[in-house]
């Protein structure tokens, strides 16, 4: 029987990754220094390396931060051969980490595109980071998370489009929330609301049940800051706008970003998908 241990065991991710390894039949230990460890079949251990010593894959749902050191603390105690797999949602210095350790060991960077609330990983998409040989380590992957799909990218590159895809949606969500959380008269405003302020709060407070750390880490990804510019700039540019009167200046900017999303979106069909998705949460 195949042996993991993941490290961080007792976190969202730690508990997704826990519970599904033993769903595919391997024999899973647990290692968490911050936070208690619970599920079936699940052996615990109190000590780090005494928990990767026989493991055959070691999986690291660590706080990115931290991902780095716990990489050079335990990368020279693993056994020859072994798979040491990393999830975190920003690559770069983690990256740099995994090249450095020790040739005996495989490294394996992944991201999963997905939370601890899914119940399958069947059409999950999955990032793949190369490390050291790209063919080798996708297979691996593949073999780990059958029926995900996989993209594979460089660490540079996952970082620049995880700035738009997980860090400008964070940012905007945690704002938005933070805004409607003040609100004192929330029952009347549920009243009042349509479709589009429903959407948007459901969405915002579930991305408010992910831990602080984890959205400070998504929102602190330095390639954010091009981004997180570009929608300042514009939000100043449309208020002051609406404030001169200028209503050619900002219908020319929707124009112009209806036309953009055109080429590559069918809105219409956008607007067909989220009046479904308000029947089915609403339901």
């Known amino acids: 029987m195949k042996q993991i241990t993941i490290i961080g065991a007792g976190g969202q991710m730690g508990q997704w990754f826990a519970k599904y390894f033993a769903g595919e039949g391997f024999q899973v230990t647990g290692y968490d220094s911050e936070n ?11 000590s ?7 493991a055959d894959y070691v999986v690291l749902c660590t706080p990115t931060r931290r991902t780095p050191e716990i990489i050079r603390l ?25 090249s ?11 991201h999963p595109m997905f939370g601890p609330g899914t119940k399958t990983i069947k059409g999950q998409n999955i990032i793949s980071v190369p490390i050291r040989d790209a063919k080798k380590e996708l297979t691996v992957t593949k073999s780990l998370f059958e029926g995900a799909n996989f993209v594979t990218i460089d660490a540079v590159e996952h970082d620049k489009k995880i700035a738009v895809i997980l860090g400008l949606t964070h940012l905007m969500n945690l704002v938005f929330a933070n ?14 609301s349509g479709t589009t302020f429903r959407v948007q709060k459901t969405l915002a407070e579930s991305i408010m049940t992910e831990s ?14 091009r981004v997180a510019e570009e929608l300042w700039k514009d939000i100043g540019r ?9 209503t050619e200046e900002v219908v020319n900017y929707i124009k112009e970003c209806q036309e953009r999303l055109a080429k590559h979106t069918d809105v219409n069909e956008s607007y067909k998908r989220m009046s479904k998705m308000v029947k089915a949460v609403e339901k």
């Open 48 to 54: 780090l390396v005494g928990g990767i010593l026989k």
């Open 36 to 46: 208690k460890i619970s599920g079936k079949g699940i052996i615990v251990t109190e």
């Open 179 to 192: 805004i409607i959380s003040k609100d004192e008269k929330m029952n009347l405003t549920e009243k009042m």
């Open 212 to 225: 602080p750390e984890l959205i400070e880490t998504i929102i602190a990804n330095p390639e954010i800051r």
């Open 238 to 246: 449309l208020l002051t706008s609406v404030q001169e009167s200028k």
């Open 100 to 110: 450095k350790m020790p040739a005996k060991i495989n490294p394996i960077c992944i």
């Open 74 to 98: 335990i990368a020279k105690e693993m056994k020859r051969g072994t798979y040491l797999i990393e999830i975190s949602s920003e690559k770069s210095k983690v990256v740099s980490s995994l």
